[in-house]
């Protein structure tokens, strides 16, 4: 069975924002993290030895842990961007596509004015536009299914 994923007009409005510095920050952190002592962890991943609680000293086991928290934020990352890459089909419109475009390449709305030739407020309407189909868009998230 898959899940339907709904989300808000700010949220979309939000990860619409965020895009393109999440896009970047993924293709950063997965070059920073394959290229970093990956070998080092690995004893503390699949160690059937109890975990510990509280801190520890052990500075390889704080960096494990760390790199943990990156690969979440990864991952948080990821999922985001897939909110807007799985409903882009629903924007049909040219001008709504080219101001999609633009705003997923992080351009300003001054810039995409301009480019395009059209107002400040045009754009702010084409992009509350692209905002509204895709918040009302309940789209099945296939990376989320169950049995």
């Keep these: 069975m898959t899940q ?10 939000v990860i619409l924002k965020d895009y393109h510095w999440m896009l970047n920050s993924i293709k950063l952190l997965r070059e920073s993290m394959a290229e970093a002592g990956e070998k080092i ?10 975990k510990p609680k509280g ?13 943990e928290k990156r690969w979440k934020k990864i991952f948080e990352y990821e999922k ?19 101001v999609l475009h633009w705003l997923l390449e992080g351009k300003s709305f001054r810039w995409i004015s301009l480019h395009m030739g059209l107002s400040h407020t ?11 189909q895709m918040a009302d868009t309940n789209v099945p998230n296939v990376t989320e299914v169950t049995n």
């Design 41 to 50: 962890v690995r004893p503390y991943e699949n160690s059937d030895m109890p």
């Design 122 to 132: 045009h754009i702010s309407r084409l992009r509350e536009s692209i905002i509204e």
């Design 55 to 67: 801190s520890t000293s052990d500075p390889v086991y704080q960096e494990y842990i760390r790199r």
């Design 80 to 98: 985001k961007v897939r909110v807007i890459q799985e409903r882009m089909h629903k924007i049909t419109d040219d001008r709504e596509l080219e």
């Design 4 to 13: 339907i994923m709904t989300y808000t007009k700010k949220q979309i409005s």
